[in-house]
């Protein structure tokens, strides 16, 4: 099975060769067509380039608050600190905020007076509430409400679908996706009022469901519908709504760290039924754990989270921001998501269900072989 890439490289090459084809024979046949597609191809491209080198307004972060979640590590407290560079009034949302965590400390002796770290776990109501008041009691001077809602906070949750619990089920539903909803609808008055946004951090999970992430995928793909409902409803009150989705970048934020992923491995291990214990077996079971640790840090995960960082803060900030920014961590990355994400699954699903010679197979598969 080829790679997305290279598919990309062969499409792209089988488009440029059918359209010289059509051009050359327009060319010696009607001389007239020629010149007009080739004026309407050279000015569309032109039109493209231009409008991506152009430089992009933006707006000026004096007097504009902003609310960040997670921002005890990873995308929330670089955005945090791009923002504040930038001269928003930032409030940072952290869940170990109140208890110490170091995340909070960086940011309040790192960054201006502007920035206040504010205790929130997005799964309580009482937490939430209490940041909303703090929030209103804090806007800028002069400011009707607040400018932008960046919901950032997620957990990760790794495994087949037999072998996650419904307790894990529902903890992942209620951070990534009902956290989402409670602290949108709880701060949606007070970005009406700006006319303001909301930004949330989806994943290209929520565009392609692959093996070993169905419980994740499907509180990101609830984000992604939710954000377009969303985009839809606030239209009237001039309110925007912006979806970043980022791919490989498991290394640049700690949801993904060694300790985290040894304790969600146990917990499947320890409250997985005992049929599937006997039908995977536990060197499936083992064997598909080491890979997928292998692929959360290997080198296709990108250490540097620039690069969503960036797309987050064109969110924020662009007068006219996009709908969908899709963060690829290289070119390869990219490519591939969009291969995943927008393609019928007759072509894409070959692209993940190949398996290696050798590879350990489920228990049960053993005995029927």
């Known amino acids: 099975m080829m790679k997305p890439?290279?598919?990309?490289?062969?499409?792209?090459?089988?488009?440029?060769?059918?359209?010289?084809?059509?051009?050359?024979?327009?060319?010696?046949?009607?001389?007239?067509?020629?010149?007009?597609?080739?004026?309407?191809?050279?000015?569309?491209?032109?039109?493209?380039?231009?409008l991506y080198l152009a430089p992009k307004s933006r707006v000026s972060g004096e007097g504009k608050a902003v609310f960040i979640t997670g921002c005890d590590s990873g995308?929330?407290?670089?955005l945090a600190k791009r923002l504040?560079?930038?001269?928003?009034?930032?409030?940072?949302?952290?869940?170990?905020?109140?208890?110490?965590?170091?995340g909070s400390k960086k940011l309040r002796t790192e960054c201006s007076s502007r920035l206040r770290t504010v205790q929130i776990d997005v799964t309580d109501d009482g937490q939430v509430q209490?940041?909303?008041?703090?929030?209103?009691?804090?806007?800028?001077?002069?400011?009707?409400?607040?400018?932008?809602?960046?919901?950032?906070?997620?957990?990760?949750?790794?495994?087949?679908?037999?072998?996650?619990?419904?307790?894990?089920?529902?903890?992942?539903?209620?951070?990534?996706?009902?956290?989402?909803?409670?602290?949108?609808?709880?701060f949606l008055p007070l970005i009406r009022r700006a006319k303001g946004r909301v930004v949330n951090i989806s994943s290209v999970r929520g565009l392609h469901a692959g093996p070993m992430a169905g419980a994740y995928s499907m509180a990101k793909a609830a984000m992604e519908f939710f954000s377009d409902a969303l985009r839809h409803e606030m239209h009237k009150w001039g309110v925007k709504v912006v979806i970043v989705e980022p791919g490989g970048f498991a290394r640049a934020t700690d949801i993904t760290l060694p300790a985290i992923i040894n304790?969600?491995?146990?917990?499947?291990?320890?409250?997985?039924?005992?049929?599937?214990?006997?039908?995977?077996?536990?060197?499936?079971?083992?064997?598909?754990?080491?890979?997928?640790?292998?692929?959360?840090?290997?080198?296709?995960?990108?250490?540097?989270?620039?690069?969503?960082i960036d797309a987050m803060v064109d969110a924020v900030t662009l007068t006219t921001p996009s709908h969908r920014y899709l963060v690829g961590s290289s070119f390869e990355d990219y490519v591939a998501w969009m291969w995943l994400g927008y393609f019928p699954t007759r072509w894409t699903g070959s692209t993940l269900l190949a398996e290696k010679e050798g590879d350990p197979k489920p228990a049960m598969l053993k005995k029927t072989h």
């Open 130 to 186: 209490a940041a909303v008041q703090h929030v209103r009691d804090s806007l800028p001077t002069g400011s009707e409400g607040l400018y932008a809602l960046v919901n950032n906070a997620g957990v990760w949750q790794p495994g087949e679908i037999e072998w996650v619990s419904m307790a894990t089920y529902r903890r992942v539903m209620e951070v990534n996706t009902f956290g989402t909803v409670r602290i949108t609808k709880s």
């Open 84 to 102: 504040d560079s930038l001269g928003f009034t930032v409030f940072a949302g952290c869940l170990l905020a109140d208890s110490g965590g170091e």
């Open 263 to 308: 304790r969600l491995v146990e917990d499947m291990r320890n409250n997985a039924e005992y049929v599937v214990k006997e039908d995977y077996g536990m060197e499936y079971f083992d064997f598909t754990m080491k890979q997928l640790r292998i692929d959360d840090q290997g080198e296709s995960a990108a250490r540097d989270p620039s690069a969503v």
């Open 75 to 78: 995308f929330g407290f670089g």
């Open 5 to 50: 890439l290279h598919m990309f490289y062969c499409a792209c090459l089988l488009g440029l060769t059918t359209i010289s084809g059509l051009l050359s024979l327009l060319y010696h046949c009607a001389p007239v067509l020629y010149y007009l597609c080739t004026g309407i191809l050279l000015g569309s491209v032109g039109y493209c380039v231009v």
